[in-house]
């Protein structure tokens, strides 16, 4: 399989980190990045409570940082993957006419879940938002081998 992700959240710090990281574990064939719509965290590591939450789930954040989501990434990678509405509607908006990158929310993949993965800098459940993208990236990855 040669296919590329790219896992896009606000800030690159929490959950897009989290989705690339879960998503390389079920995908290890694949090529995986995260980035973010805004640019406040370029260059800084996921946020500590993120990267604890993660890796007592199996999932080491250490090795990402953050970068911002460019034009280019449309014709980079295959799919482009949300992490809710407001970033899923930036993705739109800067998306050339010609990306051969699909785009989808990242929980579209799971019947009964909110269609926003929580940001969990805002709320403070990083386990809860670590599950919820591991049951998201176990779809994905089913879906994406079929």
Same mark, same amino acid.
């Given at each position: ?20 990281? $879960? ?6 064939? &694949?090529?995986? +990045? ?5 640019? =406040? ?6 946020? &500590? ?17 953050? !970068?911002?989501?460019?034009?280019? +990434?449309?014709?980079? #990678?295959?799919?482009?993957? &949300?992490? +809710?509405?407001?970033?899923?509607? !930036? ?8 990306? !051969? &990158?699909?785009?989808?929310? #990242? ?17 403070? +459940? #990083?386990?809860?938002? $670590? ?8 779809? =994905? ?6």
């Amino acid at each position: 399989m040669s296919l590329s992700i790219l896992c896009v959240c606000l800030g690159n710090i929490c959950r897009s980190p989290t989705g690339q990281a $879960v998503l390389a574990g079920l995908l290890p064939e &694949a090529r995986l +990045d995260s980035a973010g719509t805004g640019n =406040w965290h370029l260059g800084a590591p996921p946020y &500590a409570p993120m990267q604890r939450a993660a890796r007592a789930r199996g999932h080491d954040l250490s090795a990402q940082r953050a !970068r911002q989501v460019s034009v280019e +990434d449309f014709n980079r #990678f295959d799919l482009i993957l &949300a992490m +809710d509405e407001n970033n899923l509607t !930036r993705l739109e908006a800067m998306r050339p006419a010609d990306a !051969r &990158a699909g785009l989808a929310l #990242f929980l579209d993949v799971l019947e009964e879940a909110p269609k926003n993965v929580p940001d969990p800098y805002y709320t403070g +459940d #990083f386990d809860a938002v $670590v599950r919820l993208i591991e049951d998201a990236a176990a779809i =994905w990855a089913a879906r994406l081998r079929a």
